[in-house]
């Protein structure tokens, strides 16, 4: 079974660049979350599907970060203007249901370094 | 709301001393789901060991971690660290969602 898939795995952008970052969860996973890693502040939820359906948008990041599941296996997350401070990591995780105990399976990331 | 706490966000010790990570919650929910992650350089993270059982203790690859809700905490532990232990280890809880910790970084030192 394929695990969860990136793409692109890295990405630099000038400051103000529009960027999209493409994810697949897992075959047969409801739920989808885009997460944004960097070293002070961890691991940040930036948005949480369920079955499509979007839960959680991660409020301080809702004005330039707009995350879709257009179906069940395909999800983006657009970055619009970037800025450099938002150089990171960005993780892609999917999971049978959030509830339930399911564990997370995360992808392997896609670097973004702003300029 | 609910909450992950792991007080130590680096831990250094040598090669061969006990680990002890500790993790605590706050959350309503009387059930909860609790995990460990963990990430090593160059990858993403991934499940450790996870539990929901009061008062049990749950094993893996030579961790082991038992959930007190009495005291709301689930310490990861391993009886001798290893060199390959160094990475970075996130406590999180899953109440009516996922929450992660700040993460500590184990460093092992040979």
């Known amino acids: 079974d394929a695990g969860v898939t990136q793409t692109p795995r890295h990405e630099v952008a000038e400051k103000g660049q529009t960027i999209i970052l493409k994810c697949e969860p897992v075959?047969?996973?409801?739920?989808l979350f885009w997460y944004r890693q960097t070293k002070i502040q961890g691991l940040e939820l930036l948005s949480y599907f369920r079955s499509k359906s979007l839960m959680e948008d991660g409020g301080a990041f809702k004005d330039r970060f707009k995350a879709e599941m257009l179906n069940s296996s395909f999800s983006t997350l657009k970055i619009q203007p970037t800025e450099p401070k938002d150089s990171a990591v960005y993780l892609c995780a999917s999971s049978l249901e959030g509830g339930g105990g399911y564990e997370q399976y995360f992808g392997p990331g896609t670097r973004l370094t702003v300029l | 709301g609910d909450s992950v706490t792991q007080t130590e966000g680096l831990v250094t010790l040598t090669e061969g001393l006990p680990v002890m990570l500790n993790c605590t919650y706050q959350t309503i929910y009387s059930n909860p789901f609790l995990f460990w992650y963990v990430q090593h350089l160059n990858e993403s993270p991934r499940l450790l060991l996870k539990?929901?059982?009061?008062?049990k203790r749950t094993e893996h690859q030579g961790f082991h971690a038992t959930l007190h809700k009495s005291s709301s905490s689930f310490h990861l532990q391993k009886s001798s660290a290893q060199l390959s232990d160094s990475a970075l280890y996130y406590c999180a809880l899953n109440a009516y969602k996922v929450i992660f910790g700040k993460g500590t970084h184990l460093h092992v030192l040979p």
């Open positions: 539990s929901f059982t009061d008062n």
């Open positions: 075959s047969g996973h409801n739920d």
